[in-house]
């Protein structure tokens, strides 16, 4: 059976890095800090349930993805939702297109990135993030969340034309 | 030859840019890429947000790692 202190080993050892993907994901370092502080208590709770052939860090790993995830969904408003759908919508029109130049320079500022990676659906900017900005692999983003591996390339995809869409879209 | 719609052509831009297409994909989209009025324009555009990430991930890989993860 999986001991405490063999869960709290693995959870101080991930503690740094999870805290830093929480924080890109909500954008607020104290809720990021609140997440990985929950997801550890949760695991605590539920050690007992943890299958012993299964790798505990990425069992705890999964836990803190998932709550994560669960408090950006409560954050994400009706108005964010319609936003996504009205970008989906303009790349499948034939017609849509954008200025690359004008893309090239949003870039050049921190903070346009930043407001269009926020702008994303949660599950968009958890899959960018950890995909293009902390470099796993897609099978790896849907292992550690438990979501299927085509609806995590779906996200990826989304995420980016939409971060394309906000870029080139002229700032608020 | 496979020829591929724009809706099409723009969601594999998505796996071209990561090298999970087959030859026969990355030609089709390359073709489409080629001879579309807007698609060029959105690939560029991509092309320049997936590396503006990357650089900041290679800014970000300078810390060191725990436990073997990518987190």
């Known amino acids: ?172 | 030859m496979m020829a591929l719609s724009c809706s099409e052509a723009r969601d594999l831009a998505s796996d071209l840019l990561d090298g999970e297409l087959g030859p026969e994909l990355e030609r089709a989209v390359d073709e489409h890429v080629t001879g579309c009025p807007t698609c060029p324009a959105l690939y560029r555009a991509l092309l320049a947000v997936h590396h503006k990430l990357k650089r900041l991930r290679h800014e970000h890989e300078e810390e060191p790692r725990e436990g073997g993860s990518p987190v």
């Open chain 1, 1 to 172: 059976m999986l001991t405490e202190d063999e869960l709290t080993a693995c959870i101080e050892s991930r503690r740094g890095r999870l805290t830093r993907m929480a924080a890109s994901m909500l954008a607020d370092a104290a809720e990021a800090e609140d997440v990985v502080q929950e997801s550890a208590l949760r695991a605590l709770r539920g050690r007992k349930g943890f299958r012993s052939e299964a790798d505990v860090c990425s069992w705890f790993q999964r836990i803190c993805i998932n709550t994560c995830r669960e408090v950006a969904r409560k954050r994400s408003s009706e108005q964010n939702r319609l936003e996504a759908a009205r970008r989906e919508e303009l790349w499948r029109d034939p017609g849509y297109s954008v200025d690359p130049e004008a893309v090239a320079v949003a870039l050049e500022s921190g903070e346009r990135l930043r407001d269009a990676l926020a702008s994303l659906t949660p599950d968009q900017r958890l899959a960018v993030l950890m995909h293009d900005l902390q470099g796993w692999k897609s099978r790896e983003i849907a292992e550690n969340s438990g979501l299927p591996l085509p609806t995590v390339k779906s996200h990826l995809r989304r995420g980016r034309q939409a971060l394309v869409t906000l870029l080139a879209e002229p700032a608020r």
